[in-house]
């Protein structure tokens, strides 16, 4: 995936660094012909499955699930295969 996150907005940023950082993503400053060929030249990264966390979504903000955000953000993080 290339992204070129707006600049100013911190959430752009912050989700291009998240897809950066694990090679989900490639980051591009600005969009220029050069960057676009380079990305296009890049092997196709090896899909991969996300487990279906939907139920434990709807579920945590239950008012007496008492898991706070670190334990439960790690719980289903753990379920990505590496």
């Known amino acids: 995936m290339l ?3 707006i600049q100013e907005q ?3 940023q912050s989700t291009a660094l998240a897809l ?8 591009s400053g600005r969009l220029s012909r050069t960057d676009l060929q380079r990305w296009l ?4 990264p090896a ?3 996300y487990p279906d966390v939907t139920g434990a979504l709807v ?3 239950d008012p007496g ?3 706070p ?3 439960f953000s790690d719980r289903l993080w753990a379920r990505i295969p590496a």
Do not use: I, K, N, Y
């Open 3 to 5: 992204v070129r996150p």
């Open 10 to 12: 911190l959430e752009q």
């Open 20 to 27: 950066e950082r694990p090679g989900l993503g490639t980051v």
């Open 41 to 44: 030249g890049q092997p196709a």
């Open 47 to 49: 899909p991969r499955d």
């Open 59 to 61: 579920d945590w903000p």
């Open 65 to 67: 699930a008492g898991t």
């Open 69 to 71: 955000l670190g334990t």
